[in-house]
């Protein structure tokens, strides 16, 4: 592992962030200074200039601008918002805080800035996310959702008080959260060579009590349901920083199905993004196919499951022959399962049978 | 802190699980070497048996018993599944693994044990809680839901492959899940002088980074929401075992100070059980009468908040006065407010100002 390189790759990151508000803030002077009504560019995030890029394998925004101008009366609210948005990004940044999308709309008031609802500075954050090309997480933002990973991998803090400190992820056999602290640290060694990501809190568990990590040298990742795109940005690092490949582990349903291609090929919402997306991960299962081989218990698919399967075969992301597969299947058998149908065949036996064989299927 | 007659309480406590599931056991094979019928009685949970016991500050049940027994045709079904869930806790708690709800309904099918659907296997494991008089956890079945813990404690593992390891609850400044193994170990060793319960993720964190646990002297627990009962039971222990104050810090609204209620009172739903509730638990925050002594920025209570307002007002858990005084002061203002609310006078000023200032005044 080259440590040195990483390492200095989230130092570089900061720094990174820091000088593009820097950056931002010094053209607005300028555009000011010069006597000229202050504005920006941006990518549209309209529909029509979202588009799937078949080569990234993930959603992006296409050649269409917005301007936003302080010249325009009814820009100068959003405007003024959205330099807002940029200083106390940069107050964060600075002083090593973190927030939540939450509290950037009630701190708002703190500074006499209105939004009208938590919408709208939502919005506004999304707006600095697509100027910048970094996700809200890079400049301290966070969701509130929490997901963990387990495994031998040690990591370095860089948070506050914690610099230079290690901990190896197997420390806490119920998991260590993702949450800032971890999501900003290195990574300095680690014996796993895969990484398996998994739905469900239940699961996960049981994998860690049933030593998976050890059997099959892996990391695991608990999604917690949709991952978090703090957990994304988390899976993406383990893929690329570690080069481990990552299976991805959901309930046999649609909903599982797309809680897999979300940390694969990333969301519509954040394609003004590009580092929440991890390519070559795998869909492991539970397959619908799966559903068939291993004949699991069922519930019978409602009109929302089919509705969504429907749309599913519409998705650009869903072009694979695996994938078509599947949702073929889905639409054949019309029932799902969830992972922990398995049980019907004995606690451990999704760990001792459907586990390698899935691992081994999807290698 | 007396640290072995603590340590062997766990231990003790796992023994004891196993001697009452054995004893049930045990129960049934004399009642059918005798030629008798196996049957058993336990408490009814039904609503007229469910009374609020003023000197236990929790919900208790009554003495009207329920029978189950074998000779009665209706009465075969929930018996014979009752005893395999015995049975299949007595696995568990001897294997030393852990499971969930759902699980359990799904495991059933492994040994031919039929359960319509999940409620039915649920209800079977709440008998089995109000015969043995202990919580699910106690007998290895887990919730999904997961909070976390922070501050200077040291804890010592019990679980299988981790025995005699031990974690400084300081060690990840993202929080320390709260799950099986952190449930199921000792304390060891604590400079904390009181424990700050909070509900919002977010603001958990925001303590972490403001150095809260420092500067209070404070073990922090995220209850992410309604307390998890694990949870519950984590702050009941941090109460008893390390004689702690116990804070808990909510959004000021009636689901708020809900969510403070039962983890001072318990519910309702497990008046079968007494393990969960911390009596001398403080609801420190936020009170409706903080939300006008602080000027903050609020939302109208709808009908739902108004209503649910109503209900705890008849409730039996809310007669002192500093609660009457809260439900009032709610219905006269009609409006609430989250604890984010407070970054309106900047992003510290909840850790500066409130929280030393509302310590205070519920000491």
């Known amino acids: 592992m080259e440590q040195k390189k990483r390492k200095s790759s989230i130092v570089e990151r900061r720094k990174e962030v820091l000088a593009s508000l820097g950056d931002l803030g010094v053209r607005t002077y300028d555009q000011l200074e010069n006597g000229h009504f ?3 560019d941006m990518p549209s995030r309209s529909t029509e200039n979202i588009a799937y890029d078949q080569q990234l394998r993930q959603f992006i925004l296409g050649e269409r601008k917005v301007r936003r101008s302080a010249r325009n009366i009814r820009h100068l609210k959003p405007f003024t918002q959205l330099v807002w948005a940029a200083f106390f990004s940069n107050e964060l940044s600075s002083q090593r805080k973190t927030s939540t999308l939450r509290d950037v709309y009630y701190s708002a008031q703190a500074y006499e800035m209105t939004f009208k ?13 697509t100027i910048l090309g970094m996700s809200r997480e890079d400049f301290n933002i966070f ?21 230079g400190k290690t901990l190896n992820l197997n420390s806490h056999p119920d998991g260590i959260l993702i949450g800032p602290a971890l999501t900003s640290s290195e990574f300095v060694k680690t014996t796993a060579d895969k990484v398996i990501a998994i739905e469900k809190g239940g699961l996960f568990t049981r994998f860690i009590e049933e030593n998976v990590h050890r059997k099959h040298n892996a990391l695991l990742v608990l999604t917690a349901g949709q991952a978090p795109r703090a957990t994304r940005h988390f899976i993406r690092r383990l893929s690329n920083e570690l080069k481990l490949p990552v299976y991805i582990f959901t309930d046999g349903d ?8 979300v940390i694969i ?19 492991s299962g539970v397959w619908a196919t799966d559903i068939v081989n291993y004949k699991l218990p069922t519930d019978p698919l409602d009109e929302v499951d089919m509705k969504r399967l429907s749309e599913l075969e519409r998705d650009p992301r869903y072009v694979d022959p695996l994938w078509r597969r599947e949702i073929k299947t889905f639409m054949k058998i019309r029932k799902k399962a969830e992972q922990e149908a398995f049980s019907r065949y004995g606690l451990t036996y999704i760990v001792d049978e459907y586990l390698p064989a899935k691992l081994e299927e999807t290698k």
């Open 38 to 40: 202050p504005s920006i």
């Open 117 to 129: 609802d938590q919408q709208e500075s939502n919005n506004i954050i999304t707006d600095l996310e």
């Open 143 to 163: 969701p509130e959702e929490r997901s963990a990973v387990f495994g031998d991998l040690t990591i370095e803090y860089t948070v506050p008080g914690y610099e």
């Open 254 to 261: 649609p909903w599982g199905m797309h809680i897999a291609m």
């Open 265 to 283: 090929s990333g969301s519509a919402n954040a394609a003004h993004l590009r580092e929440l997306n991890t390519p070559d991960a795998k869909w």
